[in-house]
């Protein structure tokens, strides 16, 4: 089956109008790798619902998209959501579906922070696998449902280079990073017979509202750039353009993939950063780790 992402633009190669009548959602869309994706369907000339758990911050980023592209010939309109509530999920989904049906589905949100593996508390452990996770289901399962009813589409998950390589003091956001890769998998394999392609962006270190304490951090940055054969800080952009590439028709043929967008990092490894968790974690939760004890 083809889907009617593919039949509907049949050969056309990015730039404007080339998702001209395509409908998308991007859930995480106030700031970073949503805002930058958003702003590359809207380009194209998509109709995009762009939705945020922040109402002030939603309605900045849809001025500042507004501006970014004051041409665009297809609709922006925002919704306040949350990525871990399903029932918004749901609402939203139906919301940028409208009559015409759901061309393109994009989730954005997750995170956690350092800690080594010995020291994270039960559910603190359990609460970062959820935060990346749960988004990631909630999106595929009411997004599909909803290609299902009109006939095909593309979702594209925001996975992570930690998902594939051993990030020391980050094990509960690679294990919840793997997961969704996996998840991403199954469902490809599910739900291609409807038409519906699956894919992941994992990106490498990027400057987002979430890391800018990061790259204040220059060592950190540089002990980044020092295992990327392209010596470059990543940008939204960087990751944006992956992800509009996955959910056009340019990628018609691709599905059940996972794109690392790191500037090669993942034909490394990851740096040891045992000194930045410290600094977070704090050195006694080490030092009790060290004498073999509960933090």
């Known amino acids: 089956m083809t889907s009617k ?13 080339s998702l001209a009548g395509q409908r998308a959602i991007v859930i995480g869309a106030s700031s970073g790798i949503g805002l930058s994706t958003a702003e590359t369907l809207l ?16 309605g900045k980023a849809a001025k500042s998209l507004r501006q970014a592209v ?14 871990m509530d399903g029932a918004q999920v749901r609402l939203a989904v139906e919301e940028a579906s409208g009559e015409a049906g759901l061309d393109i589905a994009i989730t954005v949100p997750g995170g956690a922070n350092y800690c080594p593996v010995l020291g994270y508390e039960d559910d603190e452990f359990s609460a970062t696998i959820d935060m990346n ?7 595929i399962k009411y997004a599909g449902l909803a290609m299902v009813r009109s006939g095909g589409g593309s979702i594209v998950v925001v996975s992570s280079t930690a998902s594939i390589l051993s990030s020391p003091f980050l094990s509960a956001y690679c294990a919840a990073k793997a997961a969704c890769d996996q998840l991403v998998t199954v469902a490809a394999d599910e739900i291609g017979q409807h038409g519906i392609r699956v894919n992941a962006v994992r990106p490498g ?9 990061m790259f204040e951090n220059r060592p950190l940055v540089n002990a980044f750039l020092a295992e990327q054969p392209i010596k470059k800080d990543g940008a939204p952009e960087d990751i944006g353009r992956a992800i509009r590439f996955l ?5 018609a043929w691709i599905t059940g993939q996972c794109l690392s967008v790191d500037g090669g990092h993942t034909i490394r490894k990851f740096p040891w950063l045992e000194d930045v968790a410290r600094s977070i974690a704090g050195d006694t939760l080490f030092e009790s780790i060290e004498r073999g004890e509960l933090p």
Do not use: Q, Y
């Not at 004051?70 to 990525?83: E, F, M, N, Q, Y």
């Not at 270190?205 to 304490?213: C, N, P």
């Open 5 to 17: 992402n593919a039949v509907d633009m049949g050969n056309k190669i990015g730039g404007p109008d």
């Open 70 to 83: 004051p041409t665009a010939k297809g609709s922006l309109s925002t919704r306040i959501c949350d990525g």
């Open 205 to 213: 270190l990027t400057r987002t509202g979430a890391t800018d304490s």
């Open 133 to 139: 996770v749960r988004p990631t289901f909630l999106m």
């Open 43 to 58: 380009h194209d000339g998509a109709d995009v619902l762009i939705c945020a758990r922040d109402g002030d911050r939603l």
């Open 247 to 251: 959910a056009g028709p340019e990628s």
